[in-house]
């Protein structure tokens, strides 16, 4: 559907970057003071979970469940929006 899909509007007004501990990178955990980067490692776990639970949906394609910036993106989107 693209750009003709009625929530293309919503989607693409989402933020594209974040800097969460879900999207650090281990040097990034080595730069943080022990108690933000401890938090920080909870997301990155959270993450790790989220993206196991991918397996079992079924009307997911192999492609989008394997897609890194992609399952990184959604989490972030729904982890920062959820409250």
Not at 34 to 49: D, F, H, N, T
Request: aromatic share 16%.
């Amino acid at each position: 559907m693209g750009m003709d899909s009625a929530w293309y509007t919503w989607l693409n007004s989402l933020p594209r970057y974040h800097s969460n501990g879900a999207s650090m990178t281990d040097f990034c955990f080595g730069c943080l003071p022990p108690y933000a980067a401890e938090v920080s490692l909870v997301e990155k776990r959270c993450l790790r979970q989220f993206v196991q639970s991918l397996s079992e949906i079924p009307f997911l394609s192999d492609r989008t469940k394997q897609n890194e910036v992609l399952t990184t993106w959604a989490f972030s989107i729904v982890h920062t929006r959820y409250f």
